[in-house]
């Protein structure tokens, strides 16, 4: 329901005097528009320049909703939100390269990031058992794996494990946005450690003050770069994307009887298999599928909007200790882990960053952190552990979610 807890249309509505056609082209074009806005005007505000716009991706729709201006429930919210999450999975998935990953980045930076996203995991299920008392056990079992997901490789998986285990809307619509807050105070507490006196103390303690004594990858600078994608590409890739989507759902349905597996899941590992093979495959169609991967991210800025569009401010701020503890425990377990790991493997505080940024907000986080952190040098690692994240987040906050649900 919207903040101000009214009957009244909103403003989309009254513009049209209820048209649905008209109402939903319109809010089709708000929730384009948003990104494309964003864009342009984030990086040129001095005080939040160095912060990534993902963000207030979600934010400026929740708060045209909570506004009144856009409703906050419709109807085409439903069948956008999933149309939308499964093609950002598909394409942005479909772009891993996991044999190029594992060339390109050194063992001990990968095992780093899988460590990471464990600690994650683990910060889950403490959070699970503190906060269970308080917003009742199922519900923070839910929270608890969507939480996994999206601190693991970006807000997609939120999305993802959500509709996979069946999250509530109304619990989703108050717990993702402290998520995204959390997520944002932790990201501007890792860009002002790089002017912090806590920084040398750190670097001190790890035992690598500087980069080049720190594993480093193999061949950063091999990441996928060709040529733009053509109408051809678009083709074959929707093509490509009709092809597994409908075998993920008969596969779905096939073994529905036998064990729970979610078609996100499904619609995940085909996109994994799909990314491998294509780049040996002779043929041109299939070889270029990966340029497609901005599209993916197009679909990911799309569904933050729907998602922060459904958001309740009201109810999150109404539940804000509850809801906000489970995401600082995560992280806060996550960073305990880390910084101990990269202790043990040597590898230095600013790579350490990056991983940490990497799983906390995902491919689109990483390298717009890693050059407020001036170290341009680490985006391609950024980038790689990001879309890596993708994947690992989904199997992660899934069978985390079910695990605890029982």
């Known amino acids: 329901m919207r903040d101000n807890v009214t009957d009244q249309p909103t403003v989309v509505e009254s513009l049209f005097s209820g048209d649905p056609l008209a109402t939903s082209l319109c809010l089709i074009a708000i929730f384009l528009a948003c990104p494309a806005v964003l864009m342009q005007v984030i990086p040129r505000i001095p005080v939040i320049r160095k912060v990534t716009f993902v963000p207030f991706l979600f934010l400026v729709p929740m708060i045209l909703s909570s506004l009144g201006i856009i409703p906050d429930s419709y109807p085409l919210y439903k069948p956008l939100q999933s149309t939308a999450l499964y093609m950002a999975i598909f394409f942005m998935v479909l772009a891993i390269d ?45 929270v608890a794996g969507c939480t996994t997901a999206a601190y693991s490789g970006g807000s997609m998986n939120w999305a993802a494990v959500s509709e996979a285990i069946d999250v509530p809307g109304s619990l989703s619509a108050t717990a993702f946005p402290a998520m995204v807050i959390m997520y944002t105070l932790y990201l501007g507490a890792l860009l002002a450690l790089d002017n912090s006196p806590l920084r040398p103390l750190l670097e001190r303690w790890i035992g690598v003050e500087d980069r ?64 491998a093979v294509a780049p040996k ?36 701020l109404l539940n804000a200790p509850a809801l906000l503890l489970m995401p600082t425990v995560v992280i806060a377990v996550h960073v305990f882990v880390l910084l101990l790991s990269a202790r043990l493997l040597k590898v230095d505080l600013a790579t350490c960053t990056i991983v940490s940024i ?9 390298p717009a952190a890693a050059g407020a952190l001036r170290a341009p040098e680490l985006i391609p690692l950024g980038v790689l552990l990001g879309s890596l994240g993708y994947a690992i987040g989904t199997y992660l906050g899934v069978y985390l979610g079910l695990f605890l649900l029982g």
Request: neutral net charge; aromatic residues 8%; hydrophobic residues 55%.
């Open 98 to 142: 996991l044999g190029q990953i594992l060339r390109s980045l050194a063992t001990r930076i990968l095992l780093l990031f899988v460590i990471g996203c464990l600690g994650t995991a683990t910060g889950a299920i403490l959070a699970h058992a503190i906060c269970a008392p308080l917003i009742g056990t199922e519900s923070s079992a839910m």
């Open 212 to 275: 080049n004594d720190a594993p480093a990858m193999a061949a950063a600078d091999e990441v996928q770069s060709s040529a733009a994608p053509k109408l051809e590409d678009y083709i074959n890739g929707f093509l490509a994307f009709t092809i597994v989507y409908l075998a993920s759902i008969v596969l779905e349905q096939w073994v529905r009887g036998l064990v729970f597996i979610p078609m996100v899941i499904f619609l995940t590992t085909f996109a994994i298999l799909l990314g």
């Open 281 to 316: 495959v002779r043929f041109a169609g299939v070889r270029r599928l990966g340029n497609l991967s901005t599209f993916g991210e197009a679909s990911l800025y799309f569904l933050l909007g729907i998602i922060g569009a459904q958001a309740s401010l009201s109810g999150s």
């Open 358 to 366: 990497a799983a906390i907000g995902g491919a689109a986080s990483a």
